[in-house]
C-alpha cells in the first residue's frame, strides 16, 4: 500500500493550491484519509481527514474556513483545497490514511507561501 502525494509548491499570500493524494496497492478496506503538516521546527499537526464514504469531515484550527478536505472513491483519492494561502501555511504536508485497519503516511509534498 503506498499513498502518493502531489500539488505542492510555491505560491504567493492569498493564493491557492490544491493538493491530492492517491492510496495504491491492496487497499481492500479504506477507512479515512486526511492531512497533516508539518513546518520547520515545529511538531506535525493535523490538518484536514474525510471519511471514506465523504459523510465525515475533520478540520484542525489551522484549517477551518479556509481548506476544503474531499474525496473521490474510484480513483482512491483525496484533495486538500487551500485557499487564502499565508506563510503560516508553509510547511510539508503529509498524506494519512486509515487503510486496511492501519495507518499509513505518504512521503509528504512541499507547500511555500511567500509573503
Known amino acids: 500500500v503506498q499513498l502518493q502525494a502531489s500539488g505542492g509548491g510555491l505560491v504567493q499570500t492569498g493564493d491557492s493550491l490544491r493538493l491530492s493524494c492517491t492510496a495504491s496497492?491492496?487497499?481492500?478496506?479504506?477507512?479515512?484519509m486526511g492531512w497533516f503538516r508539518q513546518a520547520l521546527g515545529k511538531e506535525r499537526e493535523f490538518v484536514a481527514a474525510?471519511?471514506?464514504?465523504?459523510?465525515?469531515?475533520f478540520y484542525g484550527d489551522s484549517a477551518k474556513g479556509r481548506f476544503t478536505i474531499s474525496t473521490d472513491n474510484a480513483k482512491k483519492t483525496v484533495y486538500l483545497q487551500m485557499n487564502s494561502l499565508t506563510p503560516e501555511d508553509t510547511a510539508v504536508y503529509y498524506c494519512?490514511?486509515?487503510?486496511?485497519?492501519?495507518?499509513?503516511w505518504g512521503r509528504g509534498t512541499q507547500v511555500t507561501v511567500s509573503s
Open positions: 494519512n490514511g486509515d487503510l486496511n485497519g492501519r495507518p499509513y
Open positions: 496497492g491492496s487497499t481492500y478496506q479504506i477507512f479515512k
Open positions: 474525510i471519511t471514506n464514504s465523504g459523510s465525515s469531515t
